[in-house]
């Protein structure tokens, strides 16, 4: 019997100080996992940090992009690379910066063996939160969501969930090329696409922890555009 890949997708920019320990920390938690790091030639060295892992790490992969180009455009132009491997089972996406805890990945991948076309680490429903942000972030995401909710009509608690594990098969009959957004508003026009393509979509709790290290990348662009997002879905898809 062949034996089915799960693939995890981490994209990166300025990570040296927290991918090291993250990509320990993948490994233990699913060995047999293989794990694409998405650089987008980071000027802090995180390439060379994957590149010298992967002595250690055979299982291991980096795919280093000429510029900074938007999370949501790593993750499209990976999927469209992936999508046509039918040795992969699964394609997760996590963030680098330890806000996912790897020790979730293995509910995750779980899950599918449920039946579920799309698994999420959500922040919003029982047993998840994110109890170290400051009110005002907090405020910002739940409000957020329940606009992105509100507006597209998807029953999904946490449509900005960076934390979520897509079928492979389900990835390779939605229409990518829908998904315009370059930044984290691609986050809930990948779960609406899935919703629309009649995907069995399951929300597992977990704490999404404060990042280890650099900075984050919360701009008001990324406001902006997840405010226009909703509504760009509402009218497309």
Not at 7 to 31: K, W
Request: glycine share 8%.
């Amino acid at each position: 019997m062949r034996i089915m890949r799960d693939v995890i997708v981490i994209p990166t920019y300025n990570e040296r100080e927290s991918i090291a320990g993250l990509l320990e920390a993948v490994f233990a938690a699913v060995p047999a996992a293989h794990v694409l790091v998405i650089d987008d030639s980071s000027p802090d060295g995180t390439a060379k940090i994957v590149v010298d892992l992967r002595m250690r790490y055979p299982q291991l992969d980096l795919l280093v992009r000429p510029k900074k180009s938007g999370l949501g455009s790593a993750y499209i132009e990976t999927f469209k690379r992936l999508v046509g491997d039918d040795t992969i089972r699964t394609i997760t996406t996590m963030d680098a910066d330890w806000s996912h805890n790897p020790a979730y990945l293995p509910r995750l991948f779980g899950e599918h063996d449920n039946g579920y076309d799309v698994v999420i680490g959500s922040r919003y429903i029982a047993g998840g939160g994110v109890p170290r942000w400051e009110a005002w972030r907090r405020f910002l995401s739940f409000g957020g969501n329940m606009y992105a909710r509100l507006v597209t009509g998807a029953p999904i608690r946490d449509l900005t969930a960076g934390f979520v594990s897509f079928r492979r098969q389900l990835l390779a009959r939605m229409d990518l090329d829908r998904i315009s957004s370059e930044g984290y508003a691609y986050t809930i026009e990948s779960k609406c696409l899935a919703h629309r393509a009649g995907a069995r979509i399951k929300e597992i709790p977990i704490i999404f922890e404060e990042r280890r290290g650099g900075e984050s990348k919360l701009s008001r662009h990324i406001i902006r555009e997840g405010i226009m997002a909703p509504l760009r879905i509402r009218l497309r898809f």
